[in-house]
């Protein structure tokens, strides 16, 4: 059973526009959370990471967690063409499990001029 | 430069003949992990070391031995390569409460 779940996509976004990306995970133990990037044949490039409730803002990009639902979303504002990429949502718990990631599928955004 | 490495960027072998993708980072992070990716399937967890002499399973560990002697290294050894393990390989490190950085991935086709 796939513990992060992340919309496939694609997700088309006009350029300027707001991207919202979504993850849900199934491990409630679950307490750090991250985002990556990913071009196309590059490696995941870390982008955010959150670990309490609620957002935190970095630049043109917002993450979003809810751990009573179990949820963590990613918000990209004015999106630009340079934006087109995979996004993988990572978890983790803490102490003795920190270091166990369980990585989401991925969601590919395409931002069209 | 802080960074991941990993050799080789590419490798063809064949079936059984024992293979070993090297990993070091410079940036004195006490883990370490290896990860496939494979299309549709996402990055999947290997193995991970907390530090020195310490290693866990992570989600997919048969096939793959891991061994982290120094600190700054952690290899990954196939045995016995089959072609199921044809795959995108990645390294990793961080600190304890940080996010991967990533190597630049090991393409490994196992015929």
């Not at chain 1, 004015?78 to 990631?101: E, M, N, R």
């Not at chain 2, 061994?67 to 390569?81: C, D, H, V, Y």
Request: charged share 20%; glycine share 8%; proline share 5%.
């Amino acid at each position: 059973q796939k513990e992060v779940e992340q919309n496939s996509g694609p997700l088309s976004v006009p350029e300027g526009a707001i991207a919202s990306l979504n993850c849900t995970y199934s491990d409630r133990g679950s307490q750090s959370f991250f985002w990556y990037r990913q071009y196309s044949g590059k490696s995941p490039e870390l982008i955010m990471s959150i670990y309490s409730n609620g957002d935190k803002e970095d630049g043109r990009f917002t993450a979003q967690l809810n751990k009573a639902s179990q949820y963590v979303s990613l918000l990209i504002r004015d999106s630009q063409p340079s934006d087109s990429a995979t996004y993988l949502c990572a978890v983790t718990a803490d102490g003795d499990s920190w270091g166990k990631f369980q990585f989401g599928a991925g969601t590919q955004v395409v931002v069209t001029p | 430069e802080a960074q991941v490495t990993q050799n080789p960027r590419y490798l063809i072998t064949v079936t059984g003949k024992k293979l070993t993708v090297t990993c070091s980072q410079n940036m004195n992070h006490e883990y370490m992990s290896w990860y496939r990716q494979d299309p549709g399937l996402g990055l999947r967890q290997i193995y991970y070391s907390m530090n020195v002499e310490v290693t866990d399973k992570g989600d997919v560990p048969e096939g793959y031995k891991v061994s982290r002697k120094e600190k700054r290294n952690f290899p990954l050894i196939l045995e016995s390569p089959s072609p199921n393990q044809t795959s995108l390989y990645f390294c990793a490190s961080s600190y304890t409460g940080v996010g991967y950085t990533f190597g630049s991935g090991t393409r490994l086709t196992v015929v």
